[in-house]
């Protein structure tokens, strides 16, 4: 079973990605880790992407199409995979399709967490961290007894730049632009799902059971 994973930011896409890896036993495939990885071990391809970022060059598709190759070739994931972060263009999902053709696979499904907007402006603005012990908060779902202060070291909570609502909602317009012809391209091969993620963590958990336990069986 393998599965592509959208989620806007605050969607719990990386919750749900774990509960996937735990609950159906494939790997979580991330660009960024393989990338990371390949500079480590100093291979070919991360040697190549390495001369490229240290430039100050954008790592091209050829060379995290060879890393994902590489990576999905491994034997974890002989009986799946999920993609995190990567296709981000249609050029790139037509480049993945003739790859794993190649190895004679395919993609299963494409998972699309779908919450509203004014969910996730509320679930990333109300966030609070102390600076001090680094102790996270929401004034909304887990908020410290006195407003404003941390309980564990008694500090002023801050609000990260990265959780105001003006930079939450560019966040989201970028998403929606980003991944807006994605969809479209997935949608017509018939592979996109649609999950509804306004609900408890549970419930989403409970949706994509039902969806890909007829791809891998579902597991107690």
């Known amino acids: ?27 979580q495939i991330s660009t960024g880790d393989m990338l990371r990885a390949a500079v480590k071990a100093q291979s070919p391809l991360g040697v190549a992407a390495k001369s490229i970022m240290d430039a100050g060059g954008l790592v091209s598709d050829e060379i995290v199409l060879g890393l994902v190759k590489e990576r999905i070739s491994e034997s ?7 993609l995190d972060g990567f296709p981000r263009t249609t050029p790139q999902a037509d480049a993945l399709t003739s790859l794993l053709g190649g190895l004679g696979k395919h993609i ?41 202060i941390c309980d564990a070291c008694g500090s002023a909570l801050i609000q990260r730049n990265d959780d105001r609502v003006e930079t939450v909602q560019n966040r989201l317009d970028v998403y929606r632009e980003q ?10 091969r018939g592979l996109m799902r649609h999950i ?25």
């Open 179 to 188: 991944t807006s012809p994605l969809k479209e391209y997935f949608e017509q």
């Open 108 to 148: 299963d499904h494409v998972i699309s967490l779908d919450v509203d907007s004014a969910e996730i402006v509320q679930r990333l603005s109300g966030r609070r961290t102390c600076p001090s012990c680094g102790k996270g908060y929401h004034v909304a779902y887990d908020a410290p007894k006195v407003a404003g």
């Open 1 to 27: 079973m393998n599965v592509i994973l959208f989620g806007p930011p605050g969607a719990g896409k990386g919750t749900q990605a774990q509960f996937i890896v735990e609950h159906f036993g494939i790997p």
């Open 76 to 82: 974890d994931c002989r009986d799946g995979f999920i």
């Open 196 to 220: 509804d993620g306004n609900g408890t963590i549970q419930d989403i958990q409970g949706q994509i059971c039902s969806l890909l336990k007829g791809s891998a069986g579902d597991r107690p």
